[in-house]
Each structure stands twice: as C-alpha cells, then as structure tokens.
C-alpha cells in the first residue's frame, strides 16, 4: 500500500475528545477529579490505538513529485547520450506519458554543491523522459555517500535496463580513476559483480579513443572482443591504430563485427578482390604464377621448368616467409 494511502486511513478526529455518554460534567471536585482519570484513560487508550496504526509505516520512505529541472545528473552518471535516442528510450517515454508521470519513482539525494537542487542516484531514463514531457518526476529522497550511491545506481541498472558494456567499463574506470573504490576486487566486493566480468569492462574502457571510434557507436563494443582487442594493440599497436584511423577516415557503413574484423584481419574498408592473381618469368625462361583466393585464404605457387637441385631453395624462401 502506498504510504499516502496508509496516511489516509488514519483517523485523528477524535484525539481528546470526552465521552458524552456520561451525561453532564460535574462540578463537583470529586466529579471533576473522577472526569480528569477518565479522560486520560481515553488519551492513552487512543494513543496505543494510533502507535499501531503508525507502526505500519516503520521503515517506509516517503516519495514526492519534484521538478525535473532541480535535479542533476550524478558525476557517476553512466548512461551514454545514445541511450536516450533509441527505440527502449522512446517507447519508456511514451508509457510514461500515457500514464501522467513516472509510476516507479527515480531516486536521489540533496545536492551537496548547490542548495536546494538534487543529484541522480538511479532512474536516468525515467528522469531524461520526464524532462522532456515536462511532467513533474515521482522520485525518492535520500541522503548517501558516494560509494553507497555508485553500488546502488549500479545495481539498479543491472536489474532494469542493463548498461551497455561499454558503458558500465567507462563507469567502472572512473570510479577507480577517481578513488571511490581502491581496487578493482573492492569495487567488485562492494557492488556484487563478477570479477571476471569487470575485467572485461575495464579492457573495453580503457582502449584507445581511436579503436572505440572506429566502431559506429561505442554502444556496440562486446565484452567478448575486450581480449581479442588488447590481444591485438599488444602485439602490434601502430598498426592497429593505423587500421582504425583508416577506418574512420573512410566513413563507410560497416557493422560492428565487420569493424572487428578488419581490425584484427586488415584489409582496410575495401575488401581484397576474391581472386588474385601474379605471374612472372624467370632469367633462364622458367615462369611461374601465384593465386591467392582471400575467400579461401589460400596461397598457390606454380612454378614451370625449375631445376630440381634448387627445391631446397624455394622451401627456404617460403618458409622464412611464414615464420
């Protein structure tokens, strides 16, 4: 039951009023002394009627619509912008709207900076829709620190609308980078995820801005991919970066998996022709021809009127190309 509705049943009507069914006061002093214990036996009497009655609200928190505009975004706020300008963001709007107002408050804390003004603790979404239907924002007020507000908002997340991977590693590295937590095992302790898990968020954030531009929206990154990337920049990082400069440069309608694999496999935005073929003549009238199939990614080599002694030759040239 909602706490106004609780208030409501709540009769105060008939504090300290006297019983008329016994008749006319008396102007006795032992009349007037016997009326006295009998109204305090009343007082007391309602007093335990409405304890009960208000023990149903013991640990009740207290909800109030607000104006959307007094309420800020928390430092740690960890929705990226694209997630309120896409199908999930607009049919939440539009049931908020149809509804007169959020039903599921948002909630949040005095604003430590400037009087007067509230800062997020969780319900972004809920907020940002609010804010642009200029309806008042149901919301819950409630004082906190940092960290308690980060585990929270991120725990509500997880169980609503899930942050994006990119978003929740960009989330975990600030609050590392800014000390919240002092290690990434603390933080996984204080806020229940996986540390696994956490690790691959952190890979994701920590990449390059030229890797994450390459991608046509950083919302798309995958935490399957944080190993193969960094994979990738460990091994060769100039070229990497210089694959997704490329990339981004050519501003070509690539999906995300397809960005990935031009990354790891190069190729640049143009794919290689499907067949490829070199042929060549040798100094004594040998000639020969080299296929490469980029659909098979196979390699073959024919060679006409080569002097057997020389095979070992040729295996070495190969091989040292392979190795």
Known sequence: MALKDKAARIDLSNIGALSTARGQ??????????????????????????KGMLEEFDGAKATKLMDPKIIKPSKWANRHEQSF???????????????????????VRPSKSEAGTY????????????????????????????????????????????????????????ALDEGLFPSARK????ASIDLSQLGKALALARLPADIVAAFPSPLDLQYRWAAQLTQALQKDPELILERAKTIHADNAKLKANQVLTRLLDGGGTVPPPPLQKVSFKGKDGQS????FDSTKKTIVITLEDIDPKRFGEFEKAIKSLLC
């Open 25 to 50: 006061v008396s102007k006795t002093a032992i009349g007037m002394h016997a009326d006295a214990l009998f109204r305090d036996e009343k007082v007391a009497a309602e007093n335990i009627a409405l």
């Open 85 to 107: 300008s896409n199908e999930d963001f607009e049919s939440l709007k539009k049931e908020i709207e149809t509804s007169g107002g959020n039903i599921q408050p948002i909630k």
């Open 119 to 174: 800062e997020l603790i969780f319900g972004h979404r809920r907020h940002r829709a609010c804010l642009e239907l200029g309806l008042d924002v149901l919301a819950l007020v409630e004082d906190m620190d940092d960290a308690t507000l980060f585990c929270q908002m991120d725990r509500e997340n997880r169980e609503r609308s899930a942050l994006r991977p990119w978003e929740t590693g960009t989330t975990y590295a600030r």
């Open 187 to 190: 933080l996984a302790e204080a």
């Open 288 to 291: 020969g021809q080299i296929k």
